[in-house]
């Protein structure tokens, strides 16, 4: 029989091991939270009966009249599930995870556990694509731990079998054995995280891509809503995006807005933007994508980790001016917001310069209220409405003087007569417009209807106005220093036109329900407080770790290396070093340090490697054998037993050689499986070879 027909034929429980793995790699993608509950509690039935019955299987899990037509039905399952707009990569993700479990129950004869290792290796990729979760990392190690392990002892066993002796296993396979494959595990990962900074970015590619079905439908802002949407988008408690400030003063929390759609045209229910069509703003956003020419006065950089959002809409603290990050194409509307609509179903990061968007109302008593140029009467649109709606308007700017005054009245209008609900009254059932019922009936509702209403107000007493949608308020984390916006502070404001100031904020909705009130933050809040920003933190510095960082990074490295190779080349030429006023000793401190380190290390394994030799399972004997016999035949190939190395060098022996290797080595094979040592033995066969092996 030949080794590969052996292996074909193994029959043996499962390692223990394997179940570990398998649950590891499970767990990785249980917490992208793209599995479906029902699937991951299969899984979990499937893998808890494979364990229960390991040693003694049911003989329903060697029938394949059983186990085939089920494989066959899974693959079924996550076909469906593509053809009905899964993405690709969340269809094999559950066709990896139900074959894993099935592969646990299959108690058939198998030739090796490369196929139940290669599909928790294929779960682990996928969901290193779908989740950035804290979670993973210590997943991945235990998977890793758990696959070498499996594979080591399925190999020790099928040797030990082979060899006839196999309690022989039992032996080999100690804790010092599962020590070193822990270890050298953990040094596997140590390795990837030095090599990280040098590898390429990649991504998914088509595996993103959604099925037949149409795509991924996620949460988020249209470019065009009704009124009521962004109330719906409020109750969501899920995280929208983070905003770390990198540069100039953050604004507190009741001043603090991310603009993201603003919305011209209004027909009383519903707002867009028009014309609808987009231009692609020139430029790669990866090294810096200038969004409007910058003019003098106040900038705010912030790096914003955004949520997915169905439009792929970039917000920005005021007027965007510049935008960095790996968002591929970006486009531009008519009302000047911006897409990347490659990134929509992906969270993404991207570095915003941007200009405030209000003034001080001393500034805009001197301006005056003034639409675009090439915007035409687009913001002074109105539907039809009932005269008492422009009447309203008109007394509310009665005897002022200036437009600055005249909106900040609307506004002040709104604020002072309206109640805030993110449950507000049907408006508009009388057949009128819902604005209509909110201004001249009651005045609640949440803050769409008052920035619609302010917008129709301000458009009926002449002063050109659209309606904003994006963010306000957030939490700020005070572990990591940035801050954390939800879904619920979904906002909607005002923006009027100046001719010198340009687009203007304002917000006539009430404040007192609109933003969370602080609070002390309990022992939970500041728990999750720290998980947010150990998430942050892994997100920026790992899974955002793109191109345009990598290159600055390497690029970083270049120029430390010759800030260090600068003094010492001119402290060669007699040329005093600048850093001797110690603004060099941290980099070279540090550099020393890496050295030691890595010396450290060195001697470590080298410690290490000197322990595993003189704890050799092969006896000296049996190495003295196969260096005594080695010029005289064909060396022993690394797939072939002792025993077929034995037959395949007697031609080139002799018999009287071929008689002593054949002994020394059935001595070598007692000892090592089977725990009898006979050096008496064993020193007196190596006599007889030596003395047959002379001329």
Known sequence: MSRREFRADLDAPRPAAAFVMAIAASLTLAVTRQIAPAVLAVAAVAIALGAWRRESPHPAQRSPWLLNPILGAIAAFALALWIQGALAMVALAHFAVLTQALQLLDARPRRSEFLLVALALFQVVLAANLTDSLLFPPLLVVFSMAAVWTLMVHTLRAEAIEAGEASAVRGVVTRQLLGMTCTASLLTVVLA??????????????????????????????????????????????????????????????SAYWRGLAFDHFDGRRWSVTPAQRSIVPGSAEIG??????????????????????????????????????????????????????SAPERIAYTLTSAPDVAPDEVLRRDRALAPRAAGERFLQLPELSPAVRELAGRLVEGLDTDAERARAIEAHLRRNGRYTDAPPAHGQDGASPIESFLLDRTEGHCEYFASAMVVLARAAGLPARLVNGFAGGEHNSIAGFVEVRQSDAHTWVEVHYE?????????????????????????DRLAALQSALEFWWFRNVIDYDRGRQMAALRGLWLAWHAWRGPRAQETAGVPSPSRDGAGLPLRALGWAALGLAVAGSLALATRAGRAR?????????????????????????????????????????PEAAAAFTRVTE???????????AQAEAAAALRELRDSLRP
């Not at 970015?201 to 079905?213: D, K, P, Q």
């Not at 106040?298 to 949520?307: C, F, H, K, P, T």
């Open 289 to 342: 994508l200038a969004l409007a020419s910058e003019r003098r006065g106040q900038r705010l950089v912030q790096r914003i980790v955004r949520e997915p959002v169905t439009s792929g809409v970039l917000f920005s603290a005021g007027r965007g001016l510049r935008v960095q990050g790996a968002l591929g194409r970006v486009e531009r509307d008519a009302n000047g917001a911006f897409y990347a609509f490659s």
């Open 614 to 654: 003189r704890a050799s399972p092969v006896p000296h004997y049996y190495r003295e054998a196969l260096r005594l016999v080695a010029r005289r035949g064909p060396r022993r190939r690394a797939a072939a037993t002792a025993r077929a190395h034995a037959v395949a060098l007697a031609p080139a022996l002799g």
């Open 667 to 677: 001595l070598y094979l007692a000892e090592r499986f089977g725990g009898h040592a």
């Open 500 to 524: 010198e100031a340009g687009w203007v904020r304002y917000d006539p909705t009430p404040s007192d329900l609109r933003l969370a009130g602080a609070s002390a933050l309990s022992a939970r």
């Open 193 to 254: 995280l030095v090599i990280f900074p040098l590898l390429p970015r990649i991504r998914a590619g088509a595996f993103v891509s959604g099925g037949l079905g149409g795509s991924l439908a996620v949460s988020g802002f249209s470019d065009r809503i009704e009124l009521g949407d962004l109330g719906r988008i409020r109750l969501d408690p899920q995280l929208a995006m983070r905003v770390d400030t990198l540069r100039g003063e953050e604004p507190p929390p009741e």
